[in-house]
């Protein structure tokens, strides 16, 4: 894990956001702005740039858009991590850019 104080991060509130992540269960998602709520400072930018510095060693594929996307960049390695878990999809298979964490049925807020 990269230094947090070096980057310009408060390592609470990079702690706070990655035991959340830790938290979200199995086959259920949540979202950068239900995170940012629950931490309490923060918008889902912040809770972004966490995740993009910090989260590899949490399960950041729970952790999708509010629209249940992620971005295009993060898409090939979390579709094995829906499939395995069962997390409900929108969209079709053979269109990747539509595919969504159906974020009706899996939604976890803390």
Do not use: F, K
């Not at 910090?54 to 499939?83: I, K, N, Q, T």
């Amino acid at each position: 894990m990269p230094d947090s104080r070096a980057m310009g991060v408060d390592e609470a509130y990079v702690e706070a956001v990655l035991s959340l992540v830790e938290r979200v269960p199995v086959g259920r998602a949540t979202t950068y702005g239900v995170l940012a709520d629950a931490v309490g400072r923060g918008g889902p930018r912040q809770i972004g740039r966490v995740m993009a510095l910090y989260g590899s060693p949490v399960p950041w594929w729970r952790v999708v858009r509010a629209d249940g996307s992620l971005p295009a960049s993060h898409r090939r390695e979390a579709l094995p991590h829906y499939r395995e878990e069962g997390t409900p999809m929108r969209g079709r298979l053979t269109e990747a850019a539509s595919l969504r964490v159906d974020l009706e049925t899996v939604l976890w807020v803390p």
